[in-house]
């Protein structure tokens, strides 16, 4: 089975930085993009940043200029600086991998940012 599992998340000051990992073990195949989410508390879950195999990136507007999202080369391993954070950013960082056989989901990381 597919297990998914980020890390990196923590408390931070308004101004920090953290880099979150995510890591995808068993048997993945057939990838066709990696992504991070977030979902902060009475708000839907929504897209941070996402990059597909066809080499396209896509940033929520909120992070654009702040967050990367960067990749290991066999595509197992993604990992999203964060930068300039602000109390906004804060919320469960969910990791995703979009494959052939279907969409796998980390358990989340919290990221608190305080003012």
């Known amino acids: 089975q597919v297990q998914v599992v980020e890390s990196g998340g923590g408390l931070v000051q308004d101004g920090g930085f953290l880099r979150l990992s995510c890591a995808a073990s068993g048997y993945i195949v057939g990838i066709s993009a990696v992504g991070w989410y977030r979902q902060a508390p009475d708000k839907q879950r929504e897209l941070v940043a996402r990059l597909t195999n066809g080499s396209n990136i896509d940033y929520a507007d909120s992070v654009k200029g702040r967050f990367t999202i960067s990749r290991a080369n066999a595509w197992k391993t993604v990992y999203l600086q964060m930068n300039s954070l602000k109390p906004d950013d804060t919320a469960v960082y969910y990791c995703?991998?979009?494959?052939?056989?279907?969409?796998?989901w980390g358990q989340g990381t919290q990221v608190t940012v305080s003012s």
């Open positions: 995703n991998f979009a494959t052939t056989r279907g969409s796998f």
